[in-house]
């Protein structure tokens, strides 16, 4: 194999070629964000369902629990659960309620060792059962998100998972990986690193998210 193909190879695996012929990116349908801006810049007009979304930021609470809020709770009124596996704080239920999410579908899950954490988080998104698993994982390997990828994909599960941006210098099968970071105005820009079916775009920014 030679270099130029080598190169090529790379880009694919970030998503930075266009491939006319991907079906897969015809094909799919997303959940609308809420946000309509961020919703043009997004394959399928969407969050993707079947797939890893990596929510890449450096602080919490800066609005990155506020832009998937509106997908969540049209999940929740679909019967599936909404799992939240280890996470960092306990999901405050009546913000949750405020912004629409039926509370009777909101599953924590935390798992007795670090040890146990991949295997909990490969059977909730290849159950079929959770519409949508977040995740805050520390380190991941880039097998481990294969794994991860292909649970989503028979569980047709979203698999949400919230990451340093100095996650985005690591290989990634994730349909979709964004970058958030502060505003002066107080909302976020939105930077999509990789998408199916498109080269990266943006910033989009948002204002009044928080949380």
Known sequence: MNADMVNLDGLMQQGNVWRAGDARAREQVGIPTGFDELDTHLPGSGWPMGALTEILCDRQGMGELSLIMPALARLSHEGRWLAWIAPPH????????????????????????ETDMLWTIEQALRAGTCGAVL??????????LRRLQLAAETGKSWGILFRSTW??????????????????????????????????TGPVYLNGLSG
């Open 90 to 113: 306990i999901p405050y239920a009546p913000a949750l309620a405020t912004h629409g999410v039926d509370l009777s579908k909101v599953l924590v899950v935390h798992p007795r060792a």
């Open 135 to 144: 995740v805050w994982p520390r380190l991941i390997s880039e097998n481990n």
């Open 167 to 200: 996650a985005a210098t690591q290989s990634s099968p994730a349909a979709l990986r964004l970058r958030l970071d502060p505003t002066q105005s107080g909302g976020m820009s939105v930077r999509v690193l990789k998408r199916r079916g498109g080269w990266p």
